[in-house]
């Protein structure tokens, strides 16, 4: 079998997402998800420009090869538009491989160690008590785990909840140029301890909380959070500072028990490794689309489960369909799965470009079993869907200072 066209696709049904199609000559074909939002079109000319010419002729059996030639035979490694593009062409291998064999990829990455994947759903509310309407909702449909998120008084806009009330901060449409937000620390600390009091007292014990702190923190004010949430057993404290230098985890780690996790943004183990190394996390969230596909989370979670570290894949909508499938079949194997993130299968637009063969139940998500990634992308319909540059906001302190996103 050898590469015939690599094709790639960029649409909007609702947002932007870019999607591979690597072609063979023996008509198998393969779906990769490529979406890097806010800087789509620059993955789209790294594939067409750089990496396609590469990999026409080549045996698509050779996934580990092609990962090393595109990663080390390069000079520049690394790097979130690179890994990308990677983890795009990545994946669709694996679904070829899967068609080849008959099998679901997750057969080939060892088997099932589960029969379902648990997942986490988001509560953000525009008050405390709107948040916690919406998780009593979400456990009453059977969810086990709910990440809150709640608009702080004080400030116009916080993150994860929608001023215009629609249902998800990030599907509020395309925007030209990046809106501005504001940020308080000092605000947020006068609400986050009455979310997580209140919520104990409406949801019960028996649910797990989680929240997502998006980096705006320090990582001593990091530590304080932990400390104040720990009576409210939290999953996991999700993004509490940024590791960019991976020692400041050291410093949330020594004064609080909160069980930490990161790892969304991270393009390679390198992110990674000292956290999981140290034990300073306790959760490895890592994408397949960003941390360059399915063969380098396989490695990232192996390393994570020497060090009892977990996974928890990023699940937001800014990852298509493809990606969801891809960590759908590394989470039924891992054997240190520990939850999936998840926000909805999207809406109708988005259903009629990719289908899939995914559902959720009682807070699990299953699948039933099909070749390779068990997803598909519909030319036809994705060209309804153009492409519209689309931004996600810029975070400042009340001051003006530029701050984390
Ligand atoms: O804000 O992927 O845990 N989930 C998240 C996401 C991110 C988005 C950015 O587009 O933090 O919702
Ligand atoms: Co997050």
Redesign the pocket.
């Known amino acids: 079998m050898k590469i015939s066209a690599i094709k790639v696709f960029v649409c909007n049904p609702g947002r932007n997402f870019v999607t591979v199609k690597v072609i063979t000559d023996e008509g198998i074909y393969g779906i990769g998800d490529a979406t890097l ?1 806010g800087r789509e079109m620059a993955v789209v000319t790294c594939l067409e420009e750089h990496i396609i010419p590469c990999l026409i002729g080549r045996d698509p059996h050779a996934i580990e090869d092609i990962w090393q030639y595109l990663y080390r035979g390069v000079y520049w490694r690394k790097g979130p538009v690179n890994m990308a593009a990677i983890a795009a062409i990545d994946m669709a291998l694996w679904d070829i491989k899967g068609k080849a064999a008959n099998l679901p990829v997750y057969q080939l990455l060892g088997g099932k160690s589960r029969t379902g994947v648990t997942l986490y759903a988001h509560a953000s509310g525009s008050s405390i008590e709107d948040t916690l309407d919406k998780a009593e909702a979400l456990q009453q449909q059977g969810f086990k785990a709910i990440r809150l998120q709640s608009a702080i008084p004080g400030l116009n806009v916080t993150y994860g909840v929608l001023g215009d009330k629609k249902d998800y901060f ?1 599907l509020q449409g395309n925007r030209p140029l990046p809106p501005e937000e504001t940020w308080s620390t000092q605000k947020y600390f006068s609400m986050i301890e009455d979310l997580f009091k209140r919520g104990r007292q409406r949801l019960g014990n028996h649910i797990h909380l989680l929240h ?1 702190v ?1 980096s705006r923190l320090t990582p001593i004010e990091a530590a304080r959070l932990g400390k104040l949430l720990e009576p409210y057993h939290l999953l996991f404290l ?2 509490a500072a940024i590791a960019e230098n991976q020692a400041s985890y050291e410093v949330i780690r020594q004064h609080t028990t909160v069980p930490l996790a990161i790892g ?1 943004t991270y393009n390679s183990i390198w992110e990674c490794k000292d956290l999981i190394e140290n034990q300073l996390i306790d959760y490895i969230r890592t994408a397949a689309t960003h941390a360059g596909g399915i063969t380098a989370l396989r490695r990232i979670t192996d390393f994570a489960s020497i060090h009892n570290v977990k996974t928890a894949p ?1 699940g ?1 909508p ?1 990852l298509s369909p493809v990606c969801f499938a891809a960590h759908m079949h590394i989470n039924i194997w891992a054997p240190n799965f520990g939850i999936q ?1 998840f926000v909805g299968f999207g809406n109708d637009k988005l259903n009629d470009v990719f289908s899939h063969n995914f559902s959720v139940s009682n807070g699990m998500a299953t699948m039933t079993d099909a070749p390779g990634l068990g997803v598909d992308f519909d030319e036809e319909a994705a060209a309804k869907y153009p492409y519209k540059r689309s931004y ?1 906001p810029v975070s400042r302190l009340e001051d003006g200072t530029a701050w984390h996103w």
């Open positions: 939002n990030e997502d998006h999700e993004d969304e990023h937001a800014d993130e996600l």
